[in-house]
């Protein structure tokens, strides 16, 4: 099983990113699908997720707004469009599944995924 995301970049504050993460090996559909960031000396910290039942969306409060998570069965592919990017969006991204439908108190949990990607580095500076 490989995530592999990317879009990751340099940005001033303000601007767009829009990330992808293309999965293969695994039977896309039944799969919940999220991401997570991690900033330098910080812990991982959960960005949004994409429930497959009902495909239902929820975010942190932090990017609630801004971010939004969807994905495209047809190219097993997953994305995170970021819009009005802040400093403290500065991190590197990773994305993550699990099968099936995690119960909503713990989505936003990284220890129920089971395959992560690499991760890519957003910077967000002027």
């Known amino acids: 099983v490989q995530l592999q995301a990317s879009g990751g970049g340099w940005v001033q504050p303000g601007a767009s990113l829009r990330l992808s993460c293309q999965i293969s090996g695994r039977t896309f559909s039944g799969l919940t699908v999220a991401w997570f960031r991690q900033a330098p000396g910080k812990e991982r910290e959960f960005v949004g997720a994409?429930?497959?039942?009902?495909?239902?969306?929820f975010y942190a409060n932090s990017v609630k707004g801004r971010f939004s998570v969807s994905r495209d069965n047809a190219k097993n592919t997953v994305y995170l469009q970021m819009n009005s990017l802040e400093p403290e969006d500065t991190a590197v991204y990773h994305c993550a599944t699990v099968p099936g439908s995690p119960i909503m108190s713990s989505i936003s949990s990284s220890q129920i995924y089971d395959y992560w990607g690499q991760g890519t580095q957003v910077t967000v500076s002027s």
């Open positions: 994409k429930r497959w039942s009902g495909g239902n969306t």
